[in-house]
């Protein structure tokens, strides 16, 4: 299934993709948030999408309608760095030997469409096409990777926005490069994790004003998905609808020569094959 929340800022539903622009209003069985997958209504939606069918309930057009993020506020948002071997070239730097793990702020997430705001006094502010898992029960100290994909929800596009001077020429603490406002768009839906038999065959692309920035496929990528929520495991608790960024392919404008960053005005779109498509546009400073 393909879940969403549609409506304003702070006044989405949640809602299920029906298919050609339509989608269906599910807020009878409650939003998508820590509660809901920890409660196992997941497993209970399709159940509950049809009962609503047959009771009369008529899916509406998406067409023109706000998309928000397609879950509620997690409780951690955990990112992984340069885990993409082309990616760690691109900036000089090894590939780890172990996961690199930083977190940006849970009130990052925005709709897939929202504004990417500049944040004041930034200067390099950058892109970021990633995989975004979504946890779907409570991890600690999994036995394998197998596990880890057990605990998968679903997969979506994140863009890992990141402001690159906050970043690395700020004491080198990641979490201040990524976590301002705005900095994570999400959606536009939250694919099930039996609708994506391989979350490491998906061709991936992002655009800047047109031109093509990134293209590649998470087969690149050094640590998969099952391996890194095992791996997180060992090390924190991750709760149901956690969201981990499983890092970035080469293209980011940090690594380009020269390097280009986003300016107001700039449009930025991305895709994820099978996951959907965003876009946004930079704007200014508040």
């Given amino acids: 299934m393909k879940l969403l929340r549609v409506g304003a800022p702070g006044s989405e539903i949640p809602a299920v993709l029906m298919g050609d622009g339509l989608f269906l209003d599910v807020s009878v069985g409650g939003d998508f948030t820590e509660e809901f997958f920890r409660s196992g209504k997941l497993a209970q939606l399709p159940a509950l999408v049809d009962q609503l069918l047959v009771d009369g309930a008529q899916p509406q057009p998406l067409s023109g309608q706000r998309i928000g993020a397609p879950i509620g506020r997690p409780h951690q948002i955990v990112c992984i760095g340069l885990n993409y071997a082309d990616h760690a070239a691109e900036t000089g730097q090894d590939i780890p030997s172990e996961p690199i793990i930083f977190t940006k702020s849970p009130n990052t997430l925005v709709g897939p ?4 705001r500049l944040p004041k006094n930034s200067h390099k502010t950058d892109w970021e096409v990633e995989l975004g898992i979504v946890i779907g029960s409570r991890a600690s100290y999994l036995a394998d990777e197998e596990d880890g994909m057990r605990h998968i929800a679903g997969y979506m596009v994140c863009n890992d926005v990141s402001e690159r001077e906050f970043q690395i020429e700020r004491q080198g603490q990641w979490s201040k490069g990524k976590s301002c406002e705005t900095f994570n768009p999400a959606g536009p839906w939250l694919v099930t994790a039996d609708e994506v038999p391989d979350p490491t065959a998906l061709s991936m ?16 990528m050094v640590y998969t998905p099952g391996f890194l929520v095992h791996y997180l495991s060992q090390f924190m608790v991750l709760e149901p609808g956690d969201v981990i960024n499983t890092g970035t392919p080469p293209g980011v404008g940090m690594g380009s ?5 986003l300016h107001e005005g700039d449009v930025v779109e991305l895709h994820i094959e099978g996951l959907g498509s965003q876009r946004q546009t930079v704007i200014g400073p508040r």
């Fill in 205 to 220: 692309e992002l655009s800047v004003n047109g031109a093509t920035m990134q293209s590649s496929s998470t087969r690149q």
């Fill in 113 to 116: 469409n929202d504004s990417i």
């Fill in 257 to 261: 020569k020269p390097p280009k960053y």
